[in-house]
């Protein structure tokens, strides 16, 4: 069997949502999907997510959601990290943090996928080894289900391939996040995985990462703390569509995809 897995880059702020309420449904009846990932830790005026942003991603098609640094930037996505297994924060926080960091979840033909968040350790913040966690907890999935995914939401990409090379073999796909730049390495690994140094970014694109341009220059000309607005113009929506044979976990095919306003 052949499943269509889409994953969905980083969402920032109310542009990205709002072109996920009006493309993402046709592209998955299109394209046959029949699991879809995004990356939501920026999906809240840019920073974090709440409950009520989650479950307006899962009404528009989304199955699962990741997230990265961000995911405790807003209180209110607290309680549902502790009760819905579908919005997950990275593996690689310490045990006593809320919430999970991976789910098993069946896919529209019913067969179960695993779907891991981890978090980068280069330049960013200190947190736990994702390399040694990454062990566990594909052991664990592995005897439910072949077809794993991994969102490594990381800023090095050297980080990112690294991992890759790791789990090349061990799971389905190893796609980073954090960076909101789209990378032209996708590719299948020698033992089967597929893997992307990063998605990209669904959000505008007339930006500076999702930013109003004027509001990054003021701050890197001035040196004096300005607030980064979520800018308005060229959205898009950034991620990959991954084909993988559910009997060997092996990806077939990983393929960039990029959708603007008027497609």
Known sequence: ????VLVIGDIVGKPGRVILKEKLK???????????????????????????????LFSYGVDVITTGDHVWDK?????????????????????????KGYVIKNSKLGYPIGVINLLG???????????RISDDIVKNISKETKVIFVDMHAEA??????????LDGKVSAVLGTHTHVPTADEKILPRGTAFISDLGMTGPHESVLGRKIECVLKAIVTQMPTRFDVAEKDIRIN???V?????????????RIEIKEDD
């Not at 607290?78 to 297994?85: F, G, I, Q, R």
Request: aromatic share 6%; with cysteine.
């Open 26 to 56: 046709p592209f998955i009846d299109k394209e046959e999907i029949h699991f879809c990932i995004a990356n939501g830790e920026n999906a809240a005026a840019g920073a974090g997510i709440t409950a009520e942003i989650a479950t307006e």
């Open 157 to 166: 990409t050297s980080e990112k391939i690294a991992i890759g090379r790791y």
């Open 75 to 99: 209180k209110e996505i607290l309680p549902m990290l502790e009760t819905d297994a579908s919005v997950l924060r990275p593996a690689n926080y310490s045990p006593l943090a809320m919430g």
């Open 239 to 241: 991620g990959v569509k």
């Open 1 to 4: 069997m052949k499943i269509n």
């Open 243 to 255: 084909v993988v044979n559910s009997q060997t976990g092996n990806a077939e095919s990983i393929k």
């Open 121 to 131: 350790r280069v330049f960013m913040k200190p947190i736990d080894c994702p390399f």
